[in-house]
């Protein structure tokens, strides 16, 4: 599945830039993904939509209270794991992730069902939630979620 949405990512520029479910399909199998796979990641889009939908038109959705700390239930813990878990709160505290956002990634990354979640999983949840915004993160954090650490050059 995440090979498809990694395509969809690379290939459209937003969501509504996509063709319909059975065009998309069509084409997705064209380029060699296997129907289960198309299928999986066009559940998964469908539900990203309606998490997208669900925010103002402004991008936002209501804020927590301030000092509102996000407690984990045993059931994403155990989705998500310790270091997806753990790469949230590094978006959440660099300023990446709203509350809102991160709420839309939790909800995705607990959708895929089965865990621990791979953190490389993980960012590719990340860029998709900000794609179904119409929306890009900063050089420095498509960094982040694009390089591979041991394939990054230190300056």
């Not at 996509?18 to 539900?47: M, N, T, Y």
Request: with cysteine; hydrophobic share 45%; net charge negative.
């Amino acid at each position: 599945m995440f090979d498809v949405l990694v395509y969809l990512y690379e290939n459209y520029w937003r969501p509504d830039a996509c063709p319909d479910h059975a065009q998309l399909s069509r084409k997705l199998s064209a380029v060699g993904f296997e129907s289960d796979e198309i299928e999986e990641a066009l559940h998964w889009l469908d539900g990203l939509a309606t998490r997208t939908d669900e925010l103002r038109p402004d991008g936002t959705a209501a804020a927590p209270s301030p000092g509102a700390v996000r407690v984990y239930t045993a059931e994403e813990q155990e989705l998500l794991g310790e270091a997806s878990i753990g790469f949230i709160s590094f978006l959440e505290s660099a300023g990446v992730l709203t509350a809102p956002l991160r709420e839309m990634v939790v909800d995705r990354a607990t959708a895929v069902g089965s865990g621990p979640l791979p953190v490389e999983d993980l960012k590719v949840i990340v860029l998709m939630v900000f794609w179904s915004l119409g929306e890009e993160p900063d050089a420095l954090i498509l960094d982040e979620l694009f390089v591979a650490p041991e394939d990054r050059l230190i300056h």
